[in-house]
Every structure is written in C-alpha cells, then in structure tokens.
C-alpha cells in the first residue's frame, strides 16, 4: 500500500528551530520531496532526497533514511514568513508521480 | 521561471454542468498533472499525461476526464458537475527525463458546484 504520515498542526517560536516528521510506506519508493504551502498560494519545491543523509539549504535542511521510511524537515531561524503548510511527497518508480501526505501546518508565532 | 497558469483562481458552477479547467505550461515540459486539494486529505492525483495525447488515471479519476492535445496545455473536464467536487484543483508539470526534477505548481483554481 502507500501510506505517507506527518504531523497536522505544530506551532514554534520565532527564532527557534522546528522538525517537521514525515514517515512513509511506499512501493517502489525512489525519493521524498518537500514542499511549502502559504495560504491560497501554490506549492513551492523546498527539498529533494533519494539517498540517506541530511541536504542543507539555507535555514532549510531535509533528511532521509529509507530503511526507516522516514524523512524531517529542519526549519532554523524561525521567520513569522514560514508560518504555512509544509507537504512530504514520495516518488514511486520511475514515473514522476509523488504521492503526498496531507501537509503539517505550521504557526510561527512571536 | 516556469510559469503554470490555471484559467481561473475561482469559478461557481452547478450540479449537472460540464466544467473545464485549463492549465498552461510554458517550460516545454512533457509531465502533467491534475490534483484536487481538500482539508485533511492533502493533495490526490486525478488524472496525469506523460506527454502530448497520452493520460492515466490517478487515484480518483471517477467522475473526471482530461484532454492534452497540446503540450503545453492540459484540461480537466468534470463531465457532470457534482458537489462533491466542490475542491481546490491544482494542476502541476515537470521535466520528464529526470527524477528528481520537481513538480511546478500553478496557483490553483477554487471551484464550487451548487
């Protein structure tokens, strides 16, 4: 089956850092992305893993570890910009289809 | 920049009408993908084209058809509108060699069915 969990809502302190889980089962899997969601706007590619380890980006970092089926977003410097929705997406083959979780919303508060 | 435009951010339509959403790409990308958004259940895949003329079916294809007669045009039709696909559609398009190219996302259009 394909099944891709992470947390609905999290609320974190400007300035501070927050982890953002993300744990699937998916066959064929062959990569995780993520992406980020402001309120009525469109999806914006943050990250992309295939192989295990940590990609940093800026304040961004992403890590995997495909014998856990587990993936986090690292958000570092907390801006009050990054409250939004945050997506975990798995590739599966060698199509591009991604299969999404629901998205883990984010309030970044003062 | 790839630019993804979708016809409408809003549209109203009702129960039993035929709608069609449109979505544009201009990168010459060969993916395209049509997805409904609602709360709680993240973003599902209706239908998506590997490339000109040719569509699978995603995980709710019921109740919708595409067309992709252009490249870089792909429309959804909701053959007879219900209200249970009062949704946010997102229609998205990537590069087709490279795996690890991401999606690119146009802004979505809200549709409701009365």
């Known amino acids: 089956g394909q099944n891709i969990d992470q947390p609905t809502e999290m609320t974190a302190t400007e300035g501070a850092i927050v982890q953002i889980n993300c744990t699937y089962q998916t066959s064929g899997f062959n990569g995780l992305f993520w992406y980020q969601q402001h309120a009525g706007e469109a999806p914006t590619f943050l990250s992309y893993?295939?192989?295990?380890g940590l990609e940093e980006k800026g304040r961004f970092s992403s890590f995997l570890s495909r014998s856990k089926g587990y993936s986090y977003l690292l958000l570092k410097e907390l801006q009050m910009k990054d409250s939004a929705s945050y997506l975990c997406a798995a590739r599966s083959g060698n199509t591009g289809k991604l299969i999404f979780g629901q998205g883990t919303t984010l309030q970044v508060k003062p | 920049d790839v630019k993804v435009t979708q016809s409408s951010r809003y549209l109203v339509k009702r129960t039993g009408e035929k709608v069609f959403l449109e979505c544009v790409q201009d990168m010459d990308h060969e993916n395209m993908f049509w997805y409904r958004q609602d709360p709680g259940l993240g973003l599902r895949l209706i239908y998506f084209?590997?490339?000109?003329?040719?569509?699978e079916k995603g995980d709710i294809p019921e109740g919708y058809s595409v067309s992709r007669e252009k490249k870089e045009r792909f429309s959804l039709i909701l053959e007879s509108a219900s209200t249970n696909q009062t949704s946010m559609y997102l229609c998205a398009s990537k590069r087709a060699e490279v795996g690890s190219q991401p999606q690119h996302f146009g802004d979505g259009t809200r549709l409701s069915i009365l």
């Open positions: 893993n295939v192989l295990d």
């Open positions: 084209s590997y490339d000109v003329k040719m569509k």
